[in-house]
């Protein structure tokens, strides 16, 4: 062998220098490249070590705090590190739970930090946070030394960044209370006010910055089997509209990466929160010296749908065909176009667009069982023609035309959209986004909402236009004059944005409205009856959506799945629930629905030879279940 063939390696060893590209093989999934990778490609020095000692009880995923038994403290070097008893999970998350509710959240974080790491300074993250006392704290009777010392977003923040398993259990344990703590409407809030608070990196930022280094900023991301991306630009959050890339720690995509894994089971390590930073026009952002993101206004046209083309493209071919990408919280011209543009070539779905259609249109078909007929009987108003009211009321037409076999272009009829201009009529067409023209029926002009629900008389109403408070007196009354028992859809979130309150709902129609809204609402008291509003929220679907298509191994969203994850969750309606009113079930059974609803969506992809995990389980919901993270702590060796 000459030596002038021989290349030398940086650790000394040589080898054949035979035209190394072509021969050079990396073995299947050598997804990073790094085995096949020539002497002249940069590659990734990614290690994987044992995790011991201090730097353990550091680990978020490994952490037990207390729950560490003494053989294990030995083996691992962290004898006296923590205190010498030894906790059990459930009894952690019972002490957790208890002081929780009984006493203050200033509190409940310096036992949790004790719980996951003595060394760690309760103050120092506490003395972070400005005062605040959130309408969460408020439904949940949790005001005191929470309102004033900390937002309990922190709360579980903290938790997610000791032990992840603790946090995930008690997520799971204490679903109703704490969902409106990690989740809407205390994340709109956390988003809004704390995003210059830069933690540990929680997602993977990519803005304009990164352009034509998308697949290298992806590499750096520490896990490599990813399953979901929650992604989103930052334009359009909740109803609160451009928060640039303030989201701290990323709070919409990590909140609801959060239940995709606390509600749906999907294993934390392959979540990947992604918020896209292509500006803001936000005037306060850009004037704020504090503010986290690019300081220029939003890239629009080819130079938005080229950083976004990169990233689609990057993101399948480092993470490959079957990777979930979720669009959250773009605004209505991008939304659209992004998903028609990507519903072709990846597996892609827009949760405000269809997350929420799905979970409006199983809330409609259990609210039949309390009004009786079919959805074809009813007529419905929308006041707001953006992602959520469009999206919603396709699939609402959608499903009556398969109901009935009339042609979509008909079922559509029965369905009323009004925007910032008014009802949308014909006479509008031309100058209609092409996402609202389907909706421009034959119509006089009508400019309000109160005359439109006058000349429509529609059987139900729905808020989508991320406006609060639009569901006036007026426009309760007149709906609660035509119908027994109006349904009122106060969808826009937070709750500072919901149309109208469950309060107001029930007292305007008599405690005769069947209401439920997009955040959260306590029980109300009306004329000595309980009434216990719906939460009508896409939480209830795409954590069971995103496990059916992933356990399936599809590769490509259809509206099927999408009615059929609909089905999945009005079919978890009991006669129970509505008995009571309620049009959803209670959220305490959130991991069972999901299931249900996971295996309703796998077996639509089944049917339509859109399921890559083959051969199909037997049976998809024994297997949804089986498939499903819980976050019992593990035995150590
Ligand atoms: O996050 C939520 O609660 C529901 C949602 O997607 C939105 O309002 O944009
Ligand atoms: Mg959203």
Request: charged share 20%; aromatic share 8%.
């Amino acid at each position: 062998m000459d030596s002038t063939t021989k290349k030398v390696r940086p650790g000394g060893a040589s080898v054949l220098d035979l035209d190394l590209k072509a021969t050079v093989g990396g073995g299947v999934e050598d997804a990073y490249g790094e085995d096949r990778a020539t002497e002249d490609q940069l590659v990734t020095p990614w290690t994987v070590s044992v995790a011991s000692g201090y730097s353990l009880l550091r680990d978020p995923h490994h952490n037990k705090g207390l729950a560490f038994t003494f053989k294990e403290r030995d083996a691992h070097y962290i004898r006296g590190l923590l205190p010498p008893v030894v906790m059990s999970q459930e009894l952690q998350v019972r002490h957790i739970s208890s002081v929780f509710w009984s006493f203050s959240l200033s509190l409940v974080i310096i036992i949790l930090l004790n719980f996951s790491n003595l060394t760690y300074s309760g103050e120092e993250t506490v003395a972070q946070y400005p005062p605040v006392s959130t309408p969460t704290a408020e439904v949940h009777g949790l005001d005191g030394p929470c309102g004033d010392f900390l937002t309990p977003h922190c709360f579980p923040v903290v938790e997610t960044e000791r032990n992840e398993r603790l946090f995930y259990k008690l997520l799971i344990n204490n679903v109703e209370e704490l969902l409106p703590v990690v989740y809407t409407p205390t994340v709109g809030e956390a988003c809004q006010k704390y995003g210059s608070i830069f933690q540990r990196p929680q997602g993977l930022y990519i803005s304009l910055k990164e352009k034509g280094k998308i697949l290298e900023v992806l590499k750096n991301w520490p896990e490599r089997s990813i399953q979901v991306i929650v992604v989103t630009d930052g334009e359009r959050i909740l109803g609160l509209g451009d928060l640039g890339c303030q989201v701290n720690g990323m709070g919409i995509p990590v909140g609801k990466l959060a239940l995709y894994t606390a509600l749906g089971g999907v294993r934390p390590s392959s979540c990947l929160p992604i918020t896209i930073d292509v500006g803001t026009n936000n005037e306060k952002l850009l004037n704020d010296e504090f503010y986290i993101g690019l300081k220029q206004r939003r890239a629009t046209g080819k130079e938005y749908a080229d950083l976004l083309e990169e990233f689609m493209s990057a993101v399948k071919q480092n993470y490959g065909e079957k990777v979930l990408i979720q669009f959250e919280d773009f605004a209505n011209h991008n939304a659209f176009d992004l998903l028609a543009k990507y519903g072709t070539t990846h597996l892609v779905f827009n949760d405000d667009i269809q997350g929420t259609a799905a979970v409006v249109l199983a809330g409609l078909v259990g609210a039949l069982k309390l009004l009786g007929g079919t959805l074809g009987d009813h007529k419905f108003l929308f006041l707001g023609a953006g992602e959520a009211g469009t999206g919603i009321a396709e699939l609402i037409a959608l499903e009556m035309s398969k109901q009935t076999k009339a042609p979509v272009e008909e079922t559509r009829k029965n369905i009323w959209l009004v925007d910032s201009k008014g009802l949308i009529v014909s006479s509008r067409k031309d100058s209609l986004q092409p996402f609202k023209k389907p909706w421009a029926h034959e119509h006089p002009p009508v400019t309000t909402l109160l005359d439109a629900v006058k000349a429509i008389k529609p059987t139900v109403l729905i808020g989508t236009s991320g406006v609060g408070s639009t569901f006036t007196k007026e426009v309760v009354e007149a709906m609660a004059e035509f119908n027994e028992k109006p349904l009122i859809l106060a969808l826009s979130n937070p709750t500072s944005q919901s149309e109208c309150t469950a309060e107001e709902a029930y007292k305007w129609t008599q405690g005769r409205a069947i209401y439920a809204s997009g955040s959260p609402f306590a029980p109300v008291e009306y004329n000595g009856k309980v009434h216990v509003p719906g939460q009508a929220n896409n939480a209830y679907i795409f954590p069971g959506l995103g496990l059916g298509l992933v356990i399936s191994g599809a590769i490509r969203v259809h509206d099927d799945m999408l009615l059929a994850a609909s089905e999945g969750l009005a079919g978890q309606v009991t006669k129970e629930n509505c008995e009571q009113g309620l049009i959803y079930p209670p959220f305490t059974n959130i991991r069972k629905i999901s299931a249900h609803i996971a295996a309703n969506v796998a077996a639509k992809v089944y049917e339509l030879g859109l399921a890559s995990r083959l051969p199909r389980p037997e049976n998809l919901l024994k297997h949804a279940e089986s498939c499903m993270y819980t976050p019992n702590y593990r035995t150590y060796r």
